[in-house]
């Protein structure tokens, strides 16, 4: 089992930054896969970025590419996301999965370990 705790969101307005954690623990290994989705409200679970178990392949949704930056610390087994330039269509509860395996996959049924999520609000 994993236990994933997500943290860092809040109230901002937009152009403003967050950076986001997640604070893997229990059965975690250096070889998974993570990633970062979204739910906006009234809206289905959402990629937002994903990295495999290495660092080197990341990849992000069109909507945040230039914006986020995803990155993982393998050492304190924690994953990162830091969002820059936020706008009000970025609000959502923003989710920590991992994955079994490896390798980087850009749907959410693909991920085995959920946290419970992270509130960001943008304000116009």
């Known amino acids: 089992q994993v236990v994933l705790v997500e943290s860092g969101g809040g109230l901002v307005q937009a152009g403003d930054s967050l950076r986001l954690s997640c604070a893997a623990s229990?059965?975690?290994?250096?070889?998974?896969?993570m990633g970062w989705f979204r739910q906006g409200p009234g809206k289905e679970r959402e990629f937002v970025a994903v990295?495999?178990?290495?660092?080197?392949?990341?990849y992000y949704a069109d909507s945040v590419k230039g914006r986020f930056t995803i990155f993982r610390n393998s050492a304190n087994n924690t994953l990162y996301l830091q969002m820059n330039s936020l706008k009000p269509e970025d609000t959502a509860v923003y989710l920590c999965?991992?994955?079994?395996?490896?390798?980087?996959?850009?749907?959410?049924?693909?991920?085995?370990?959920w946290g419970q999520g992270t509130q960001v609000t943008v304000s116009s």
């Open positions: 999965a991992t994955r079994r395996g490896g390798i980087a996959q850009l749907r959410a049924d693909e991920y085995d370990y």
């Open positions: 229990g059965r975690t290994s250096g070889t998974s896969a």
């Open positions: 990295i495999d178990w290495s660092g080197s392949r990341i």
